[in-house]
């Protein structure tokens, strides 16, 4: 059992923790990592919590950035010394991007975000599909089989007898072509606030807004309830908003107590970056629209309206 573990600094990703608690559940023997970057034969102190037995560490020109193809032309390498029952990586963009590489490299198939495996010749697994929106019950069947764990479905565990991992470097042979996609440098977002996905209260606008200035009551009300505006994409589309404040399936998913959403009629890409929201209270005019029967709350009514209105009584309260 290999799985792709994303680090930074030497420290696991979450994400990359979950698809270990897979890894444990599917394998019977301590489990094999592969990992990128100069310093990410540290996670070693880390991973033996985790029941990790070996971790290879991918060295050589080039690695130490994001390069997909690259990557995945390594995870073949090893696939091909180690010949694993299966391969996982985190479902995250990367871990997404990376192994459908290695199923295009290898004429394998990939299985994404995955939130139940039944290991055996053939694993049986549910996954999500639409953002989570629907459930997939799939069958595997491969010789070597490839999935990604959907984030946050399998709780972070450690294992009941820990390991000493064993660091094993790697310098796969690859060619210059395949580091033909990387990344070469990053921009810190200039937005202030609390991002987000980390929000306690988001105040979300869309259509119905209007336009950009009428932000600026959506703005007054996030501030006041300590939180922080996003958006749907109809709105940035518009180039009303940045695209950082887009919430749903392109977009950031939130997890906030309450999501006030403004002006946006609940379409299913935008509805599954909120699910984490413990509560909605939709503001809409249309008493049809879909975001109405999945809001615990609704103001049938104009934004412009209830929005001041709402900012008035906070307030006056204050
Ligand atoms: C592949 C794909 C990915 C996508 N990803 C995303 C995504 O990540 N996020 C996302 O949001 N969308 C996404 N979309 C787009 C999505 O399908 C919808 O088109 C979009 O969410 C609609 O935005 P909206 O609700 O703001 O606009 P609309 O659907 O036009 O709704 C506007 C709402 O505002 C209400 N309204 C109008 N005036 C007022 C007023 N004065 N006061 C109160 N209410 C008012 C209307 O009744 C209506 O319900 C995606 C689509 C595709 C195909």
């Not at 010394?81 to 479902?91: I, K, M, S």
């Not at 107590?257 to 946006?264: L, N, R, S, T």
Request: net charge negative.
């Amino acid at each position: 059992m290999l799985t792709i573990v994303e680090q930074e600094q030497g420290e696991p990703h979450e994400t990359s923790l979950e698809t270990l608690t897979l890894a444990r559940e599917l394998a019977d023997a301590p489990l094999e990592v592969v990992v990128f970057g100069d310093e990410g034969a540290g996670v070693a102190d880390t991973l033996g919590a985790y029941g990790v037995g070996t971790v290879h560490h991918v060295v050589g020109d080039g690695f130490d950035t994001y390069a997909p193809e690259a990557r995945a032309e390594s995870v073949v390498e090893l696939i091909e010394e180690l010949d694993p029952e299966a391969v996982l990586a985190p479902g995250t963009d990367r871990g997404h991007e990376t192994l459908a590489h290695v199923g295009a490299d290898l004429d394998l198939p990939v299985a994404a975000n995955c939130i139940a495996v039944e290991p055996g010749e053939v694993y049986e697994l549910s996954r999500h599909r639409w953002g989570g929106s629907l459930t997939e019950h799939a069958r595997l069947d491969a010789e070597t089989k490839l999935l990604t764990a959907a984030e946050h479905e399998f709780p972070i565990e450690e294992a009941t007898e820990p390991t000493e991992p064993a660091v094993v470097e790697f310098e796969p042979a690859v060619d210059d072509e395949r580091f033909r996609v990387k990344v070469e440098r990053f921009e810190e977002s200039d937005l202030e606030g609390v991002p987000l996905g980390e929000a306690r209260v988001v105040v979300g606008g869309g259509r119905g807004v209007g336009g950009p200035d009428g932000y600026d009551q959506l703005e007054e009300l996030a501030d006041a309830l300590g939180g922080t505006v996003g958006a749907s994409r109809a709105a940035i589309n518009e180039g009303w908003r940045p695209h950082d404040d887009q919430i749903g399936l392109t977009g950031a998913e939130i997890s906030a107590d309450i999501y006030i959403a403004c002006g946006i009629s609940g379409a299913v890409q935008h509805m599954v970056g909120t699910k984490g929201a413990d509560a909605i209270l939709a503001i809409n005019t249309d008493p049809e629209a879909a975001i109405i029967q999945k809001a615990e709350y609704a103001v049938i009514g104009d934004l412009h309206e209830v929005v001041p209105a709402l900012n008035e009584a906070i307030e006056a309260e204050s």
